[in-house]
C-alpha cells in the first residue's frame, strides 16, 4: 500500500522523517485520476463520471493534497499530462480498481452460490472417471468456483476435515 508523508507534525507543520499515513482515498477518486488520464481532460472527465467541471477540478485538487503530489501538468493546448508521480499513482490506481471489481464479481458469485471453493477429500480406490464426474457436478458452471482435491486414507481425511 502506497504510504505518503503525514501533513502535521509536531515539527511546526512539516512531516516528520520516516512518519508516514495512509491517504484517505475513495474509489470515485481513483476513477476521476484514470478518467483525467484518459481523456486528457478535467471536463470529459468530468462529464463521464456525471460530474461539473468544478466539482472534478476541486477533487481533483483535493487528491493531490492528500498525496502530496503533483499529478497533472496542465496546459491549456494540449490538455492533462500526467507527471512522473501521476504515473506511479495511476498505475496503483488502475489496480486498485481492478481489484474492487474483481472483489465485487466474487461476492456477487458467492451470494448467487456460483463461486467460492471447494476442498474435496477422496480415498485411492475411488476410480478416475466417476472422480471426473464428481467434480464436473460440483463446478459445472460455476466459473468462478474453485476446487481442491486431496487424496488419503479416511483416517487422514477425517483428521484434516477436524483441523480446518
Known amino acids: 500500500m502506497t504510504r505518503v508523508p503525514t501533513s502535521k507534525a509536531q515539527n511546526g507543520g512539516e512531516p516528520r522523517p520516516g512518519h508516514w499515513s495512509v491517504p484517505k482515498l475513495r474509489p ?3 476513477e476521476l485520476l484514470v478518467a483525467v488520464h484518459e ?7 468530468a462529464l463521464q463520471l456525471g460530474l ?3 466539482a472534478a477540478s ?3 485538487k483535493d487528491i493531490e493534497q492528500s498525496l502530496r503530489a503533483h499529478l497533472f501538468e496542465r496546459d491549456r493546448t ?12 495511476l498505475t496503483r490506481a488502475r489496480s486498485l480498481l481492478a481489484d474492487l471489481r474483481s472483489m465485487a464479481m466474487e461476492l456477487e458469485a458467492h451470494r448467487a452460490g456460483t463461486g467460492g471453493h471447494v ?3 477422496i480415498i485411492p480406490f475411488v ?8 467434480i464436473s457436478e460440483l463446478i459445472g458452471d460455476r466459473h468462478r468456483m474453485s476446487l481442491s482435491l486431496t487424496e488419503g486414507p479416511t483416517t487422514q481425511l477425517l483428521d484434516d476435515l477436524r483441523m480446518q
Open 28 to 30: 470515485r477518486d481513483l
Open 39 to 45: 481523456h486528457r481532460s478535467i471536463t470529459a472527465a
Open 52 to 54: 461539473t467541471q468544478p
Open 58 to 60: 476541486r477533487a481533483l
Open 78 to 89: 494540449k490538455g492533462m499530462n500526467v507527471t512522473p508521480a501521476g504515473a506511479l499513482v
Open 119 to 121: 476442498r474435496l477429500g
Open 127 to 134: 476410480p478416475g472417471p466417476l472422480i471426473e464426474n464428481l
